[in-house]
């Protein structure tokens, strides 16, 4: 360490202190990037899960296509919300918020939005995914079926 | 390590070892946020896919479905794809003609859910899994036609179903099975 003129510079280079340091170094840094990957996994992992919640939420209307009426959806005691959305729930371990909207003025119900909704609304702070779908929304009888929208947010609480 | 490799000055074999591990544990780090950083982009993909498969089956079966609201409509309270049945029995194929009751209440609710989707959305009857043109009906302006779907259309998502109509004498497209015809058509979806 000849080229290093000044006093204790050459003792602190030519020890092992700068292997210990490089090593602490290399390890912290290695330590640091498992952690920001793990961030990442469980993050990926929890989008993947919304991401197949609102796939299934795809096929469940699609299952239901005008079969579905609005007290469907607005009424939390009815069969199509307990048991085909709320096994969605279960399954994937997230919040579903259902909007439903009819895309014809004649439709005697869901003309505006928010009239017809199930679940509750995710926060606007809230990691929320949301698809919408189209839906045959059945009226008063089997020959009222009119064009429909059903918009589907997915969100963890 | 180092040392062994002739590096004999007290201190350097200790600083190469240690640049050596930087230069592993940085290689290694790298590689770890690299597949991180990729972890979850296929299937995501796979869903997204899916979804917009799921997209064209629902509008699909959703014409089966929806019913003619106009009041003395020739078709009121009867589904879409009853009336192109029936206009098929009458030996109608162009259902792009702006005039024709089933292909302006397939162009009505196409463009609703075109306008609230921000999807485009194309119907047509194939033959031998070719679009016939006479039968396009699609939200984009520009395609019309077959050729213009091949050309102007990237990445479309199709759902493809069986129809039935009346024999009158001669089936206009599709097959003959004793008094009932049959034709297949398509719903495309694709994102503008």
Redesign the interface.
């Known amino acids: 360490m000849s080229w290093l003129g000044k006093k204790g510079q050459g003792d602190f280079l030519s020890g092992d202190m700068p292997a210990l340091i490089m090593i602490v170094v290399s390890v912290g840094f290695f330590l640091s990037s498992i952690y920001l990957a793990q961030n990442e996994f469980q993050s990926k992992k929890g989008t993947i899960d919304m991401e197949a919640a609102l796939v299934e939420a795809a096929s469940t209307f699609l299952k239901e296509n005008a079969k579905i009426r609005a007290d469907d959806v607005t009424s939390s005691t009815s069969e199509f919300w307990s048991e085909k959305l709320e096994k969605i729930t279960r399954t994937y371990g997230v919040n579903v918020y259902v909007e439903l909207m009819s895309l014809d003025p004649n439709a005697p119900v869901c003309t505006s939005p928010k009239e017809c909704t199930n679940g509750d609304e995710p926060a606007d702070n809230i990691n929320t995914l949301s698809k919408r779908f189209p839906i045959a929304l059945k009226g008063d009888t089997d020959l009222d079926v009119y064009p429909a929208l059903i918009k589907v947010y997915v969100y963890r609480s | 390590m180092m040392a062994r490799m002739g590096l004999n000055?007290?201190?350097q074999a200790?600083?190469m070892?240690?640049?050596i591990?930087?230069l592993?544990?940085?290689t290694?780090?790298?590689v770890?946020?690299s597949?991180?950083?990729d972890?979850?982009s296929l299937?995501?993909k796979i869903?997204?896919e899916?979804?917009s498969q799921?997209?064209a089956?629902?509008?699909l079966?959703?014409l089966?479905?929806?019913?003619d609201?106009t009041e003395g409509s020739e078709y009121y309270?009867?589904?879409i794809m009853v009336a192109v049945s029936q206009e098929l029995s009458r030996g109608t194929t162009d259902f792009s003609l702006s005039g024709d009751p089933a292909g302006k209440l397939i162009g009505d609710?196409l463009k609703?859910?075109s306008d609230?989707?921000g999807r485009e959305f194309l119907f047509a009857l194939t033959n031998e899994a070719a679009m016939l043109d006479q039968t396009v009906i699609s939200t984009d302006p520009q395609v019309t036609d077959a050729a213009t779907f091949r050309e102007r259309v990237g990445n479309p998502y199709c759902a493809s179903a069986a129809l039935t109509y009346p024999n009158s004498g001669s089936c206009v497209t599709g097959g003959e099975a004793g008094s009932m015809c049959y034709t297949i058509f398509e719903i495309c979806t694709w994102l503008t």
């Open positions: 000055k007290k201190g200790e600083i070892d240690g640049l591990l930087m592993i544990a940085a290694c780090s790298v770890l946020l597949i991180s950083s972890y979850g299937p995501i869903y997204e899916t979804y799921k997209l089956q629902n509008t079966l959703s089966y479905h929806i019913t609201q309270r009867k589904s609710v609703k859910y609230e989707l």
